[in-house]
């Protein structure tokens, strides 16, 4: 697949892109991946551009962690930007409610700053 898609100009400007976002060389499997979720998944690369970079931004430049969340957005029909923006905004909107919450918690808790907070609640 990877050589067919070496042709792809649209996928060659991908990989650079995603180089740039990621800061390294991509590595044969980090390809691979892209070359299925662009080839085999039909993601469009403006997709697959926002999906590396919203990563990235939120410190998770894995690729697993990039191909887990393509593959979610694949499975919820996102094929576009601004669908895959609406669902990263709801996802931190539900992130950040959930880490209120949590300090809500520790504060009624009588928790200091640095105490491990999952530990206690398991005691």
């Not at 650079?16 to 060389?25: A, D, E, G, L, T």
């Not at 931004?57 to 962690?65: C, K, M, P, S, V």
Request: hydrophobic residues 35%.
């Amino acid at each position: 697949m990877l050589l067919r898609l070496s042709k792809d100009g649209e996928f060659a400007q991908l990989l650079f892109v995603v180089q740039k976002y990621m800061s390294k060389i991509l590595t044969d499997t980090d390809q691979q991946v892209f070359a299925y979720l662009y080839d085999g998944l039909n993601m469009p690369c403006d997709v697959l551009e926002y999906l590396v970079e919203y990563c990235v931004q939120t410190g998770h430049n894995n690729i697993r962690y990039i191909e887990t969340v393509g593959l979610d957005w694949v499975d919820s029909g996102i094929r576009d930007v601004e669908s895959a923006k609406k669902r990263t905004k709801a996802f931190d909107s539900r992130a950040e409610e959930t880490a209120r919450k949590k300090q809500e918690k520790r504060s009624k808790l009588g928790v200091r700053s640095g105490t491990d907070y999952d530990a206690l609640i398991l005691e």
